[in-house]
């Protein structure tokens, strides 16, 4: 009976560490992200401050500014979110397919047979999601610039009486 609690005792002080050492690592991964996040943003801030008349002059104010905080958000997430989960993801599989082939080595082997399918259909669909996430993009970013601009000049809009026609433009 003492060995049996020890025992239990053992593997719960094991998952403990676990889980504080990937709390910590996560931790650690993210703030480094914020870090270069912030490094990023007030570099690409500096290069479009740093673009000439003409540029501005064929951009909308809002759609530059929406652009810049998804894009350089959606960079933040692989930053702080992607490479720790593909690292983890590794070794995770890696320590499943270890204990996988040392309980049974042929089972392990016929498990595997499926992998090149499922790797197709995680493609097929990861194409698809960011066709259309791009597409997203495009359109909140179209959307945030038509909105920031009607917001700049809404006494005008209101001047001149045409509040229905700006927001049936809006899409």
């Known amino acids: ?47 479009v401050l740093g673009q000439g008349a003409a540029f501005f002059d064929q951009r909308a104010t809002g759609n530059l500014l929406t652009r810049t905080i998804t894009d350089v958000e959606a960079v933040g997430e692989v930053l702080t979110f992607g490479i720790v989960g593909i690292a983890g993801d590794v070794f995770d599989i890696t320590l499943i397919l270890g204990a996988m082939a040392w309980l049974d080595l042929p089972l392990t082997g016929w498990s595997l047979l499926a992998a090149p ?17 791009t597409e997203i993009r495009r359109s909140m970013a179209s959307a945030s610039g038509f909105f920031q601009e009607a917001l700049a000049g809404a006494k005008v809009v209101q001047l001149h009486g045409r509040q229905q026609t700006t927001l049936g433009e809006y899409h």
């Open 1 to 47: 009976m003492a060995n049996a609690e020890s025992g239990d005792l053992g593997f719960l002080a094991a998952v403990l560490l676990e889980y504080g050492a990937r709390s910590l690592q996560l931790y650690a991964l993210q703030l480094a992200g914020y870090r270069a996040l912030q490094r990023l943003r007030r570099r690409t801030f500096q290069h």
């Open 117 to 133: 399918g499922i790797v197709l259909l995680v493609n097929f669909f990861r194409r698809r999601l960011r066709f259309h996430a």
